[in-house]
């Protein structure tokens, strides 16, 4: 329940700037096809316009996120626009106030991301290479990223300011631990043998014929730029295998392990260094003739090692300071080193086992050089080629083989698919959105969509089939099948009705199931953690009233499978925290705290956006803002 809490309390906002930062790349070629000064604003906040491709973005990345959750387009784009307003709002608001975030920060994080980076490292020529593809500046992009900051800096002050009090701690205890008493009986869908007539199928279809539809579909015709195709052209040579080998050669070696144990005399408020230093030598002193371990157990302040006679395992570089490295690296097998200075005081430091390093020779590894080498030289061909790819299918909107020609690549096509489902390339979630999305509709090539790391590819659609109605003697049998659903669901929520009515009236729960030839089934001590009940069975006994008195709460719960559960509530004891519970009440306090700074956050974007100058045009595609 804590880590839902906690996930609930990073905010949508947050996810929004991540989002906007984590993809900017998948909507390559951000200027679309619309002549920009006749195009009227969609919506206004102040003096900053937003219009239709503002929100066309937007939508895209919306659905992207969202894809097979089943929300109607429309209310997508909605969303999108509402978005874009609320930050824009709060964009104002952070810049009014004067919210500033220091220009190398912003450089700094921007070299942190994963698509600006090669092998873990920020790889420059990339990012050159994708600004270039979205026709950005450095400065440009690097003021988008701060806007986002500054956004995020604002929210952080106020989640981060937020507190939640023992009583709040106590109170979400006391109901998460919650433990309900109850009973209850299971309706099964009511068996009918009255099949539908034809004057009810067919008042049924006239009304529900949306539901009865062939899908929209469509078929595209497209390039694919690969970054493995580019590789198998490369043409290698043993000897520049051989020298690449030469080049990686750390990729294909294991350093040189040392184990160490060490004696530690600590530096601090009642050992002085002169003190620590004094013990150290004298101790270096007596391991002419005691045992390195016999001594790191009586005298290391390091307590955790001396338990083992100092051992402290593998030595890996990097992880102690730079003294403490430098030592260990210099010793031989079974040397003592001389007292070591760090920051903790002063170590007497032993190898006790030396494993030597080792290097796979070339010949073992040259099937895998010979894929790294490949793919090496065709990285840069891969994005100047990507380059080009997203220049020419932006100046040839209206076919591929300009740039099929000028970068010798075959056109591919695909037969029919729908937004949910496709064969081929068109199984990938972004080439179903694309084929999909206003642009391509229209007759334009798609932006480039990333497939992986290692695949571009530019789509324009070959054929379109709207969606429509099937036949009602296609459908007869269905829709048969749908009424008598719809009767047997109607025939099971009025049987439960009545017995719900019955222990209303203080029927015996027993009499009552006997009567109806039903089975009680029991819930003692039932906790909201629950996992034998179905989840909606257990929402609902949570959600119930309490009883009252000696009268027990009463209630029908519809289950998702057409059943009907009649619940008698008998008893509610408030919870306790456990022994689990106060190990995790840090946790507990820090994410109901974060909760409250989300809604507090929530509610001053909400004033801000109340009190803001914002125009919606009614003469621009129709949307609707919050």
Known sequence: MLTKIREKTQGAFAAGILLLIGIPFVLWGINNYIDNAREIPVASVGSKDFYQRDVNKAYEQYSQSLRGMGIDEQVLKVQALNKLIKDEVLLQYVKAEGLAVNDNDVREFIKSLEYFQTNAKFDEQKYKTLLASQHLSSNEFVSRIKNALLMQQFQTSIVGSSFATQYDVESFFRIQNQQRDAEYITVNLQATAEKPSDEEITSYYQKHKDEYQTPEQSSIEYLQLSLTDIASK??????????????????????????????????????????????????????????????????????????????????NTGVMEAAFD??????????????????????????????????????????????????SQAENTFYEMGEKLTNLSFENPDNLQAAAQALDLKINKTGLFTKEKGEGIAADDKIRSAAFAEEVQQGNNSAPIELGTDSLVVLRQLEHKTAATRELAEVKADISTVLANVKAKTLTVEKAKQIKASLQSRAAFQAVATENNLTIKSAKALKRNNTELPQTLIEAIFNAAKPVADKPSVFVVAMPTGEQVVVSLAKVVEGVMSEDDKKQLELARKSIANAYGEGEFNAVVNSLQSSADITLNTKAPKQTAE
């Open 326 to 375: 430098k030592a260990v690296q210099g010793l031989k097998l079974g040397e003592v080193s001389e007292p070591v200075k760090s920051s903790f005081g002063y170590h007497l430091i032993k190898v006790t086992e030396l494993v030597p390093g080792t290097t796979k020779s070339f010949e073992s590894v040259k099937t895998e050089v010979s894929k790294a080498y490949q793919k």
């Open 234 to 315: 490369v043409v290698i040579t043993d000897d520049k295998l051989k020298a690449f080998y030469e080049e990686q050669k750390d990729q294909y070696s294991t350093p040189e392990r040392r184990k160490i144990s060490h004696i530690l005399f600590v530096v601090n408020d009642k050992v002085d260094d002169k003190a620590a230093l004094a013990k150290a030598l004298q101790t270096k002193q007596e391991l002419s003739g005691k045992d390195f371990a016999v001594l790191a157990a009586e005298r290391s302040d390091d307590k955790a090692s001396a338990k083992n006679g100092g051992d402290m395992g593998l030595f």
